[in-house]
C-alpha cells in the first residue's frame, strides 16, 4: 500500500480493506456481551457457594478460571473496540488521500501504545492481526461457557 495520496481521492483499496476489517470487529460486540454475562454468572455462582460454603472444590476452581477468562475477554474486547474506532477514522484519511503510515506510527509510538519494532508494518499485516482479536474473543468466551457447564455439573454430581 501506499504511504500517502494516490490521487485526488485517496486509496481506494486502503479505504476498504480498512472498512472492511473495521466492520467486522464489530462482532466483538456481542462475544463481548455474552462473555460479560458468563463472568457475571461465575461470580455470582461463586458468592453463593461462599454463602453456603458447600461448593466443591472442582466447581470453585472452574467458576475461579471462568472470572480470570473474563478478565481476559474484556481486555481483548477493549482492545477490539479501539481498532476498530481506530481503523473507522484511518480508512476516512485513506479515503481522502491523507493517511501516512509513518506520521501514524510516530504518533503510536509516541503514546505508547505501539512498539517501535512494529513500525512500518504493511497494512494488509495489521488488518489480519486485528481479525484475530474477534476470534481469541470466541475462544475465551467457549471456555467460559465450558467452565460454566463444568462447574454446574460438579456441584450437581458433588
Known amino acids: 500500500m501506499t504511504d500517502g495520496p494516490v490521487g485526488p481521492g485517496g486509496d481506494a483499496a486502503l479505504a476498504l480493506r480498512l ?7 464489530t462482532a466483538a460486540r456481542t462475544l463481548d456481551a455474552l462473555s460479560t454475562g458468563f463472568t457475571l454468572i ?20 472452574a467458576l475461579t478460571l471462568c472470572l480470570a477468562l473474563g478478565l481476559a475477554a474484556k481486555w481483548t474486547a477493549m482492545r477490539a473496540r479501539f481498532d476498530r474506532r481506530l481503523l473507522t477514522m484511518l ?29 512500518g508494518r ?3 499485516l495489521r ?8 476470534l481469541r474473543l470466541g475462544v475465551l468466551v467457549t471456555l467460559q461457557a465450558l467452565l ?5 455439573c460438579s456441584a450437581l454430581l458433588a
Not at 91 to 119: N, W
Not at 148 to 152: K, R
Open 148 to 152: 460454566i457447564a463444568g462447574a454446574g
Open 19 to 25: 472498512s472492511i476489517t473495521a466492520h467486522a470487529l
Open 127 to 134: 488488518c489480519g492481526r486485528a481479525l484475530r482479536l474477534p
Open 91 to 119: 480508512a476516512a484519511h485513506a479515503r481522502s488521500g491523507t493517511l501516512s503510515t509513518h506520521v501514524f506510527d510516530s504518533v503510536m509510538i509516541e503514546l505508547q501504545v505501539l512498539p517501535r519494532a512494529k513500525a
Open 122 to 124: 504493511d497494512w494488509l
Open 42 to 61: 461465575a461470580a455470582a455462582a461463586l458468592a453463593f457457594a461462599a454463602v453456603l460454603g458447600i461448593a466443591p472444590l472442582v466447581a470453585v476452581a
